[in-house]
């Protein structure tokens, strides 16, 4: 299959870039590494090393003998996405290429505007592009479980059968997302959705956990295919943030009482769901949502986990929630649909933590502990982050 | 009350100020007069002549004895919004200054991008102004019935109480809106929801049906005072169009079956709601949604009651639809709490249109049958607009 992977250099899009290709597709990766900007803006860089992605490329081809396309450029702007389409006559698009972070997008006034313009600009452009090039051509996207919120039912995937003073019917599921990001991916959905239906586009939205995991059978072929690992205040994911924090001897800093519950996924699965999707492609004018994780953990269960798996002392400490979010609720999400089509999950069992912690405590020279600590603080309209210093300052 | 009136200049905009200022609040419009621009793109015109914004206020003063200031400049402008609030420190901001036309965010992706960035990006801009400045004031914005779309179910006013699998909750309404214009209006409601959870702002969503009408107690008080009144395939509304129809001798052009059923409201109740919504603000932290209509009919009952009107005679023809949507569905949606704050409705009774049709009647040398036409097709990606003659043409 001819397989376009949007966000190519990122977290996710590099190494699902790479395992699509060596399963035998043919991959283009189109990335305009705003992602390593941040990385500038925020005086941070990922844990483990990257290189540039035309050098991964290069190594990757004399790893496997495989060859994957490069495109440079911007979803914001049509006219390259349009040629990026003509260039590559994908049967399927991965759309990893958005702008990822919550705390991020809540940073100001210029931050939130910022992300919901780049996600959801990019968005429209490629669906008029693939409708007007090809409608045949599947659109996977990233969404996010953090679309849902934390309602006090069932979560479902992305539709429910309501009944209703006599009357039932099949509505998207009611969507409370917890900041300007989230709402970014909600809107997309809604934007896909309508898509989908006057142009009979196919597209699956991949609403996803919290990924955990740095290393897949691909990246680890060769130093240099190594992705990024984050675990700063603003772009790291709570389970790698731990590791690291465990590894340098800082305190795992929960937020709040520990209790918000999410949906968590190793990233080797990231990488299955994907295929598992692509695969089995939506039909011909459906918008299909599933709901990509494999087990549900609190914040202060994750915390407790990475505390047993250290062989060295751990101390958790809770500190001031900076998100308005319940730190207790209810939370049951259904996520069979990938299980159906045959995920076989790699759940979060000891080992994994070890694996994770063993990649922290690789790079420990690498931490900045100032760039650690939450800075974004979401009852305030504009935070100012901490400037932190740079590798091993 | 002070109360300032973004997008004052437009078709409800202008009516809803004089009417504030006329019940006796302190009113300040805000306007970039893009709408008038949309008319030069379009080459058409408001089939009743309306003066400049600034001389209209002049006329007002010299009228009724009461100021209301202007202010000119664009909400996607976050240094204008704040000057704005700063000048005139409202206790309340009316807000319909979006681009408010399903067919124009139809025509190509650039009009599509351009209403959502136009729309979403002028409302967060308003919020953040409003959180820094005064978390107090009371915003109350335009929304639409088209947000709901039409579900097998009754439609709530914002949000529904769900039973799944043996629990409870109240969730957001879910949303299936029929334009990117439309989705606009729904991603702005779920970004104002935010707003007021995380920063304890107040607000209303008044999610308005379709408005007809063209004179209110004010604007008739001289004839520079008039609002507009759009015919045309892109801008006008479906029962204003009927009337214009009808009186240039042109068959009333009903899209599809005209089993399509939608909410109706006088421009007069508009302004009632409005004011309504104002005198019993939303509480600190509270999003709240209004259903603002009074009632429902399908697109072939308007035509009939238009038909039945007219003293001439009259055609009704059915064209392919242009939009994507069902031409006959169960509709019925609850709007009740407009009612219990005390609104009187006007109904649509055949002395309504004749209203209607007088002010046709007295235009109607400025009508241009060209303009009339649907030309923009939502299954389609780009439409070729008619280039439509100017006024009388």
Redesign the interface.
Known sequence: MRILVLGGDGYLGWPTALHLSRRGHEVAVVDNFVRRQYDFEMGVDSLVPIAHLQHRVRVWEEVSGLRVEAFVGDLTD?TFVERVLDATAPEAVVHFAEQRSAPYSMID?AH??YT??NN??GT??LL?AI??RDPQIHLVKLGTMGEYGT????IEEGF?E????G???V??????????YH?SK??DS??IQ?AC???GLRATDLNQGVVYGQETDETTMHADLATRFDYDGVFGTVLNRFCVQAVVGHPLTVYGQGGQTRGMLDIRDTLACVELALLHPAAEGEFRVFNQFTESFSVAQMADMVAEAYPGEVRIEHVEDPR?EKEEH?YRAAHTKLLDLGLVPHLLEPATIKGLLDVADRHRGRVDPAAIAPTVQ??K??SRLTTAGGPGA
Chains 1, 2 share one sequence.
């Open positions: 049509h006034r939130a505007t919901q313009v959801v600009v429209l452009n008029y409708a007007e309602p006090n039912i069932d429910i309501i009944t209703h003073k009357r039932t019917d509505l998207p599921y009611p969507k409370q997302p917890g900041s300007f709402l909600v809107h809604h934007n309508f239906r006057i142009w308005v209810y979401w009852r309209t504009a």
